[in-house]
């Protein structure tokens, strides 16, 4: 038998009461989206706004956000195994391009597919 979790008896409680349910707190205390705007966390949010500043100043051209890389192609049935990138920009003159990801914590499957990415031949920078 499954066991409810808070967040669930929480919105039912909400049901039942006819009021709105309270948000469950993210479980790596990361403020609710809408506080931060549309950024996964303060620091990402940051990150961008020094990038978009630096591409407004011209030091670096064609800044992207939530870049793909797929790391493993789709198979039959069995899905792509894919990478988002934060950010991707490419300096300005030389055209070298860096892959930037805004990272407070390293879960086991990001340390894996930053693994991935360095064996396709690019390098994630964590800041």
Same mark, same amino acid.
């Given at each position: 038998m499954r066991r409810e979790t808070n967040s669930e008896r929480e919105a039912w409680t909400a049901l !039942?009461?006819?009021?709105? +349910?309270? *948000? +469950?707190?993210? &479980?790596?205390?990361? +403020? *609710?989206?809408?506080?931060?705007?549309?950024?996964?966390?303060?620091?990402?949010?940051?990150?961008?706004?020094s990038l978009a500043a630096l591409e407004r100043g011209r030091k670096i051209v064609d800044l992207r956000e939530q870049v793909r890389f797929v790391l493993v192609p789709k198979n039959g049935k069995l899905r792509a195994v894919v990478y988002v990138a934060d950010f991707a920009?490419?300096?300005y003159g030389t055209f070298v391009t860096h892959i930037v990801d805004a990272k407070g914590y390293k879960? *086991? !499957?990001?340390?894996? &597919?930053?693994?991935?990415?360095?064996?396709?031949?690019?390098?994630?920078?964590e800041v």
């Open positions: !039942v009461e006819g009021r709105k +349910a309270e *948000p +469950a707190a993210n &479980k790596y205390g990361v +403020a *609710p989206k809408s506080e931060r705007g549309q950024y996964a966390s303060k620091h990402e949010a940051e990150v961008a706004a920009y490419r300096d879960t *086991p !499957v990001y340390r894996l &597919k930053k693994r991935l990415m360095q064996e396709l031949g690019y390098t994630v920078e």
